[in-house]
């Protein structure tokens, strides 16, 4: 079974923490590798145990990798933002069915 869209992830970004996790299933739509969190091959636990390493020991990898957690949060799964875009759906399709 696949990981489902990780909403813990999206927390950890909104509250500018960075992450590690495997790159699987929904997960990889969340964290962009080096970007939001460092990703480790799917099964490669030594490869996640380095990830939580770099960020518990690199303060300015941490901070950078927190930072865009954040700003990914705020610009894709902000409530507003994600209100914005179902309203623009519906606006096209009842444009399109006139």
Same mark, same amino acid.
Do not use: N, W
């Given at each position: ?5 990780? $909403? #813990? ?18 997960? #990889? ?6 970007? #939001? ?6 099964? *490669? ?25 954040? $700003? ?5 799964? *902000?409530?507003?933002?994600?209100? $914005? ?14």
């Amino acid at each position: 079974m696949q990981p489902h869209f990780s $909403r #813990t992830v999206l927390e950890a970004g909104a509250r500018k923490k960075p992450v590690a996790g495997f790159a699987v299933g929904g997960v #990889t739509e969340v964290v962009l590798d080096g970007l #939001t969190g460092l990703l480790a091959k799917r099964g *490669d636990v030594s490869g996640l145990a380095d990830s939580v390493a770099r960020i518990l020991t690199d303060d300015e990898l941490s901070r950078q990798l927190g930072e865009g957690g954040y $700003r990914q949060a705020l610009e894709k799964f *902000d409530a507003g933002y994600s209100a $914005r875009q179902v309203a623009a759906i519906y606006k096209e399709l009842d444009c399109h069915g006139s």
